[in-house]
């Protein structure tokens, strides 16, 4: 059995996290994400919050640095089973370089990371993912003028075919769509692409 590495990208309030969880379920696969919760991981969090102000470029080196830890048990897992990782190398095309970090430093520092199968994007209304994320905690990345640039560097990045994966891309706009719904859509794209 040739086991899948599934990626899942999208602005926040995309449902990401539901979707890649409920696909991992599904497929019996192993889910994890980015930035993970390695020692790493923390450092990052902290920065996300704001505690703790970091150099752009550091930044960025820290996701690599996390990424790189990240890889080598993704491939081990890859072994016995499918991967879907919420967030992954295009995180960092997309969030770094909109704070200005070139993105061949980034595509550098990051050449170990191994390419996925295929990216689902999720896509979705700013209004409502500002909607969907309510009241929780915002982090630095998450206000309006942000999530209309991030939306935006995503598609760039997409229609470029930076990195792009085997299989290529799954884009699904989530607006208005039941969380059933876009579950079913994501299986059927990649039924149709012959990854499942
Ligand atoms: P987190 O709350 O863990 O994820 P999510 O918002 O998907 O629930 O925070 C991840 C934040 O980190 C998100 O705003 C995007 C950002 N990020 C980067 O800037 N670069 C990266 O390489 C990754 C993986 C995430």
Same mark, same amino acid.
């Given at each position: ?7 899942? @990208? ?27 919760? *390695? ?86 209304? #700013? ?12 982090? #630095?990345?998450? &206000? ?23 299989? *290529? ?15 079913? @859509?994501? #299986?059927? &794209? ?7």
């Amino acid at each position: 059995m040739n086991y899948k590495f599934i990626v899942f @990208e999208g602005i926040d309030g995309s449902g990401k996290t539901t979707q890649s969880k409920m696909l991992s379920n599904k497929i019996k696969g192993v889910y994890t994400y980015e930035p993970t919760e *390695g020692d790493i991981g923390k450092v990052i969090r902290g920065a996300l919050s704001g505690k703790r102000a970091y150099r752009k470029e550091t930044l960025a080196l820290l996701f690599a640095a996390d990424r790189m830890e990240h890889v080598p048990i993704i491939k081990e897992m890859l072994k016995n089973k499918h991967v879907v990782c919420d967030r992954y190398l295009y995180s960092s095309m997309v969030y770094q370089s909109i704070q200005g970090v070139e993105l061949d430093f980034i595509i550098n520092i990051n050449k170990f990371s191994i390419r996925p199968d295929v990216l689902i994007f999720l896509d979705v209304d #700013i209004e409502e993912s500002i909607n969907r994320m309510g009241k929780r905690d915002k982090e #630095i990345f998450e &206000n309006r003028e942000m999530l209309e640039l991030v939306s935006k560097k995503y598609y760039e990045i997409i229609k470029n075919k930076v990195f792009e994966p085997k299989y *290529g891309y799954i884009i699904i706009d989530t607006s208005k769509k039941t969380i059933e719904d876009v579950h079913n @859509e994501i #299986i059927e &794209n990649l039924r149709d692409k012959g990854i499942l």
